[in-house]
């Protein structure tokens, strides 16, 4: 089993529609979870962190955690197609080691 | 610096050969972290530096692979004998006190 597993995708969504992106986890340790961006050829960037169980809202972004289930989901609200990328999950113990996902990569067509 | 800033940019080496990856970091990030991504995977954790010291190396994956960071700034990845399986894109980030990092450009290395 792998410890942080993402569907690789690709999820096709309508621009204007949400995008939901899941990831689960292995390790119950696990205590502070990231979503990083990465267009193709470039290098990730960092969207959103969550450490407690719950929904965090960022514009159009809202991260959701369930320690209990043991995931970790993104969605993207009014989606465009700028944010055509690949979705990275990664969870860590603390926060400095972070085990990544494969990625998911989402389409938004116009 | 303004941001994570990675040399060369692409490293183009042959089979045995040795090679240096640097990396400068955000000015005043005391962590300073390197990963590798193959083709098609998410990063792989190598090591993480706090101020001079490597706080974990548990990811680098034999001892062909060593990194320094001795004034707790810039820091270098060094692979020794290199083999055609160290291709990867070589990932630098840093942080103020850890986790949610700014990642670098990263260094394409390919081993022929």
């Known amino acids: 089993q792998k410890e942080v597993e993402q569907n690789s995708g690709p999820l096709s969504v309508p621009e204007g529609a949400i995008a939901s992106l899941n990831c689960t986890y292995s390790d119950r340790g696990s205590q502070s979870f990231f979503w990083y961006r990465q267009y193709s050829g470039k290098s990730p960037e960092l969207i959103m962190f969550?450490?407690?169980?719950g929904d965090k809202e960022d514009g159009r972004f809202t991260a959701q955690l369930n320690k209990a289930s043991q995931y970790v989901s993104l969605l993207i609200r009014d989606s465009q197609p700028s944010d055509s990328a690949t979705y990275l999950c990664?969870?860590?113990?603390?926060?400095?080691?972070?085990?990544f996902g494969t990625g998911t990569r989402l389409q938004v067509f116009p | 610096g303004a941001g994570v800033s990675q040399t060369p940019s692409n490293k183009v080496t042959e089979k045995g050969k040795y090679v240096e990856l640097r990396c400068d970091p955000i000015s005043g990030h005391t962590a300073l972290y390197w990963y590798r991504q193959s083709l098609g995977q998410g990063p792989e954790f190598l090591i993480y530096?706090?101020?001079?010291?490597?706080?974990?190396d548990s990811g680098l994956p034999n001892d062909r692979f060593f990194a320094v960071r001795p004034e707790g700034s810039v820091s270098t990845l060094k692979i020794q004998r290199t083999e055609r399986g160290d291709s990867a894109v070589y990932l630098c980030?840093?942080?103020?006190?850890?986790?949610?990092?700014?990642f670098g450009s990263g260094t394409r290395l390919t081993v022929v």
């Open positions: 980030a840093s942080s103020p006190t850890g986790g949610g990092y700014t």
């Open positions: 990664a969870v860590g113990l603390n926060t400095d080691k972070l085990i």
């Open positions: 969550i450490y407690s169980n």
């Open positions: 530096f706090q101020g001079t010291g490597a706080a974990d």
